[in-house]
C-alpha cells in the first residue's frame, strides 16, 4: 500500500538542518477514500520479483498514465542495466493536493547483489489544463534550471559531491516539490551526485529565491504547497493543454542547425568508445569553439566516468550507443546484440533522462540481424565517411591534417575521444574547419530525422561502406 499517512519527514539537509514536512492532505479524516483515490499494482512479469504500486485519482488520467509509465520504465531499466538486479519495490506518498495541484512523490527500492538503493521522483498534475507535468516543469524554462543547478552547487558545497554531477538535466532534477513554507526542495537519488555511502542528498532553496525561477504551474503549485485543502478533487477538463518544452530534456532546448541550407557546410565530429578520462578536456574545447559534437559510448566505460556522460548531454552534444563491451556484432545472434545495445540504452537514459536514437556498430560492421536489433531499440547505425585514423597515428598533427584534408559538406568524421592524441587534435581542427567555412553540427542536425535500423554514411552524397580499423 502506499502510506498510510501521505504527510512524511523531508531528509535532513545538506548542512544538517531538519527539513520541514512536505505540504500533504490528511489522510487520518479519510481523505483517499472520501475522494476515491485508490491504488494499481503493476503485474509482476519482470526478471525479478517486484512489488510496485501507483495511485489512480480520479479524473486525473494524464498523471495516472505518467505514474504507471514511470514505473514501468524504473523497473525495466533497473533489470536491463544491472545484471545483478535481484527485486524492486516502489511506493508512492501525495506530496501536495491542493487548488486544483496535485504532486505525487514516487520511492524506489532497487535490490541487487550489493545490497538496497533509493531512489526519488516527483510528477505533477494540474487539473486546469488535464497535464501530467514533469517536476522540471515547475521552472520557466532550460535558463532557470541551470540558475537551479547553481544555487544547489553553491548550497552542496563542502559536501562530498563528485565533480560534475551536478548537471542542469531532467534525469537528475526529477524530484522537485515544496515544503509547507513553499521552499523549493530537490532531492537526489542514492549515489546519484555523491557516494553511496552518504545516503540520499538533497537541498533546500528559500521560497524567495525559488519564486523567479518558477513557471505560472510551478508558482500555482508552490501557492497549492502553503494552502493544504481537504476538499481537493481534481476538475475533469475537456482539451489537454498545449505540450512545452521540458527544461532538462536537451532536445528540447538545444538549437538545431539548418543543415539543409545550400549555404551551410555542416559537418559532423563524432568520437567513440568513450568517454575517456581526456573527455572532459576535450567537452572544455567544444564549449570554448561553441562547437557540437556527437559521442558513441561504451557501457563500460559510461559506468567508469558517468559525470561526464552528464555533462556531455547538458552541454547539447549529442550521445549514442556504442554498445557494452564493443564487440563485431555481425557474428552475434539477435538476443545477443539486443544484450550489447539495449543496456547501453538504459544507462544513458539514467543518467540524463533521454535515450538515445542512434548507434555505431563496433568496427563499422553490420549487417540484417544487427539492423533489424536497432530498428527495435530505436536507433539508426551510423558509421562515417572521413576516418582520421587516431587509432593507427597517435600523432595529434596527422590526427587534424586528415581531418580537415578529407572534410567536405555533409561529412561525418571519426574520432576516438580516448586517445589524448585526439584531444589535443581537436582545437587545431576546430580552426581549421571555421577558416573553411564549415559549421559543426550533431549526427542528428546534419542528417535530419533519421530512421531506425537504416544505415547512414553521410549527407547527400552516396559513399561506400568505410574501411574499419581495429579502433573503429
Not at 552547487?153 to 515544503?179: H, K, M, R, W
Request: one cysteine or more; a negative charge.
Amino acid at each position: 500500500m502506499g502510506d498510510a499517512n501521505l504527510s512524511h519527514p523531508l531528509p535532513t539537509a545538506a548542512n544538517g538542518s531538519q527539513e520541514t514536512h512536505l505540504t500533504c492532505p490528511d489522510t487520518e479524516t479519510g481523505w483517499s477514500q472520501e475522494r476515491g483515490l485508490t491504488e494499481e499494482a503493476v503485474p509482476d512479469d519482470y526478471a525479478v520479483p517486484v512489488t510496485a504500486n501507483y495511485p489512480v485519482i480520479p479524473n486525473a488520467d494524464a498523471l495516472n498514465e505518467r505514474l504507471a509509465e514511470a514505473v514501468d520504465q524504473r523497473v525495466g531499466n533497473f533489470t536491463v542495466v544491472n545484471p545483478s538486479a535481484t527485486g524492486f519495490e516502489a511506493d508512492w506518498e501525495i506530496s501536495v493536493a491542493a487548488d486544483g495541484i496535485v504532486g505525487v512523490r514516487m520511492t524506489w527500492t532497487e535490490e541487487d547483489s550489493q545490497g538496497e538503493h533509493l531512489g526519488y521522483e516527483t510528477h505533477w498534475y494540474d487539473a486546469e489544463t488535464g497535464r501530467a507535468a514533469y517536476s522540471t516543469e515547475l521552472l520557466a524554462g532550460q535558463e532557470q534550471l541551470e540558475a537551479l543547478n547553481e544555487l544547489v552547487i553553491a548550497q552542496l558545497e563542502g559536501e562530498e559531491i563528485s565533480q560534475d554531477a551536478l548537471q542542469p538535466v531532467l534525469g537528475l532534477y526529477d524530484s522537485i516539490a515544496f515544503n509547507d513554507d513553499g521552499n523549493l526542495v530537490v532531492e537526489f537519488d542514492e549515489g546519484q551526485v555523491a557516494p553511496e555511502s552518504e545516503g540520499r542528498v538533497s537541498a533546500v532553496i528559500a521560497s524567495t529565491e525559488a519564486a523567479p525561477l518558477l513557471s505560472n504551474f510551478g508558482t500555482h503549485a508552490q501557492e497549492a504547497a502553503r494552502a493544504v485543502e481537504e476538499d481537493f478533487t481534481a476538475e475533469v477538463v475537456e482539451t489537454i493543454g498545449e505540450a512545452t518544452p521540458v527544461p532538462g530534456r536537451m532536445e528540447d532546448w538545444t538549437e538545431s542547425i539548418d543543415c539543409t541550407d545550400s549555404n551551410t557546410r555542416c559537418v559532423a565530429l563524432t568520437f567513440d568508445d568513450g568517454p575517456g578520462s581526456r573527455t572532459p578536456d576535450l567537452l572544455d574545447t567544444l564549449a570554448e569553439h561553441d562547437a557540437p559534437a556527437t559521442f558513441f559510448q561504451t557501457g563500460e566505460m559510461i559506468d567508469r566516468y558517468p559525470e561526464t556522460v552528464r555533462r556531455a548531454y547538458a552541454e547539447g552534444h549529442q550521445l549514442g550507443n556504442h554498445t557494452i563491451n564493443h564487440p563485431d556484432l555481425t557474428p552475434l545472434d539477435a538476443a545477443e546484440i539486443r544484450d550489447e545495445l539495449a543496456p547501453v540504452n538504459e544507462q544513458i537514459w539514467r543518467l540524463t533522462g533521454d535515450r538515445p536514437v542512434i548507434q555505431r556498430p563496433p568496427y563499422g560492421a553490420t549487417n540484417e540481424t544487427v539492423a533489424e536489433v536497432s530498428q527495435e531499440l530505436g536507433l539508426a547505425q551510423i558509421l562515417w565517411n572521413v576516418d582520421t585514423e587516431d587509432w593507427k597515428d597517435r600523432d595529434s598533427e596527422i590526427v587534424a591534417q586528415r581531418a580537415l584534408d578529407d572534410a567536405q559538406p555533409g561529412a561525418i568524421i571519426l574520432m576516438h575521444d580516448i586517445h589524448d592524441t585526439t584531444v589535443d587534435a581537436v582545437p587545431a581542427i576546430l580552426e581549421g574547419l571555421a577558416e573553411d567555412g564549415y559549421t559543426l553540427a550533431t549526427v542528428s542536425d546534419l542528417l535530419g530525422e533519421t530512421e531506425p535500423g537504416e544505415l547512414y554514411y553521410s549527407r547527400g552524397r552516396p559513399t561506400l561502406p568505410p574501411e574499419s580499423g581495429p579502433d573503429a
